[in-house]
C-alpha cells in the first residue's frame, strides 16, 4: 500500500506523521464542522490538530508546499494515490471536482484562519465552477496559504516524476486485499457518513440510505468476507463515521450469512447494526467523547442512549421494529441484568443477541487512541466469562465463524514465516494463510505467496505461532478520538 511517511522532522521529534494522517484529518475535519458549529470544542480541536499536521509535514518538504491531487476518486501525493486516505475522502474529492480542480496546494506558511476559511468553503454550497474562482473566494476571505489547484494531469506534482497511476478504471490499485473498487468504498463510507450526521443533527434518519448501504455490506460480505472487514478497519474514520456501528455491522452480516440466506433478513439485520447505538446521537459531546473511564454521572448519562435510541427510531416512518428492538436492548443481557431495566423481563430477541455479541467482541477487540487491542482470543475467554451476559449457543457459533486469527490479520507461523489470514475455517486456530514474508523476513514476491490452508492435514506440521497485527490497516490508526468503547465497562462488571 502506497503510504508516503515524512517522518525525518529536523526538530528530532519522534512522531511519524504521514500525509495520510493529514488528509484523514482534513475530512474529519470537514466531517466535524457538518457536525458541530466551528466554535464548538471538538472543531477547534480538529482544525488545532491539522495545523499541526501540516506544521510537521512542511518542515519535512525542502519545497516547503504540500501538494495533494485528486483524480478518478483518488487522493494521491506525488502521483501516488493514497488508497487508505482515499476511501474515506469522498467529501473532500467532491468539492473540489465540482470546482473542476485536480487538488489543493498548503503552503509553509498558513495564516491564523486559513484552514478554517478553506473547510467552510468545501463543506458549504459549490458556487463557484473553477478553480480559479474557487481561489478567488479564498482570497476574498482572507486566505493566503491554500491555494484550489488545475485539473490533474500525471506527473504535475511528482517531484521525481514517478507515475504509479494507470488509466484503467480501476486504476490498477488493486491490491490483495483491497479488491472493492475504491468508488463502491466510498460510497459506502459516504453513505454512512451522511447518515450519521443526520442522526446527529436533527434525529432524521434516511432508512433507505441506511437499507441501501446495509444491503451494499451485505452483497460484498457473501462474496468476500475478508475484504469488507478489510475496509470497515480503516478506523481513522472513525471520528466522523461512527466506525463503531460500521464494524457491527459487518461482524453481524459476517455471522448472520453463516445463519440464514434470508437476504432480506440479512439487510434488516445490517441496518440494525448499523443503527444500535444511534441514541448517542443525543448524548452531551463531552461524556460521547469522554476518554478514559466515565463518572457515575457519566455512565448514567451514557446508559440513556438505548431510550434515546429507541424513541428516535419509533419516531421514523417506516422503521423496522428488529432495528428499535436492538437498539433499545442490545445493552441487557441474557438473563434480564444490564440495562434498562425491563420490569417485564421481555425474552431478547435473537437478533439483538446477535448485535450484542458482535457490540461487544468489536469493542473488545478495537484499537483505541488509549487502549490496544485486544486479541479475538482474549477476548472470546473473556466473554466465556460472563454467563448471563450472552446467548452461549450464539456466542459459540460466533467464535467458530470468526476463529482466532480475524481475517486480514498478520501471523507469524511455527517455521518463522509470515502469513496474512484470508479466511477462516472451521477449526479456530487453523486459518487459510498466504505468506508474506520468508522466515529471514524478506518480502516474498507475488509468485512466492503461497495460499496454505492450515486446517488441511496435509498442513498439520505448521501452525500459527502468535498474532502480530489484527487486521490489515490497523496499525495506522492515528491518535484520532472515538466514543469510548461502552460495552467493555459492563462487561467487566458483569465479570
Ligand atoms: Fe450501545
Redesign the pocket.
Known sequence: MCETKLGAVPDGALEKVTITDFVDELVAALVTLRLYDRKHARSRSRIIELKRLHEQLVKAIPEGSLVLATTEGFVLYEDRPLLGASMGAKKLVDPLVARNSGGLEFRRELGDNDLEVLLELLGGPVEDKTHELANMRLRMNGCQGIGFLPPYQIGMHSARGQVRLSSGADSGLAEPGLLLPMQRRQRIVDSLQGASINAARGGIVDLQEIQSVAQLLCDSVRKDPGEVQNMVRYERYDAYTFGHSVRVCALALSFASHLTDDLSLLVRIGSAGLL??IGKMRIASEVLHHRGRLSPEQRAEMER??DFGSAILLAQKDIDEIAVTVSHG??RNLDGSGYPADPLGTPQSMVTRLIKIC?VYEALTAVRPYNGAMSPMKAFRLMLECPGAFDPGLLRKFMRTMGCYPVGSAVELSDRTHARVLQSTDDLVRPVVQLEHADSGEELDARDRRTIDLSAPVNRGLDVHRLLEIGRLQTELAAIGDSAP?SSPELSQAA
Do not use: L
Open positions: 444500535h447505538d442512549h438505548t442490545h445493552h457490540d461502552d
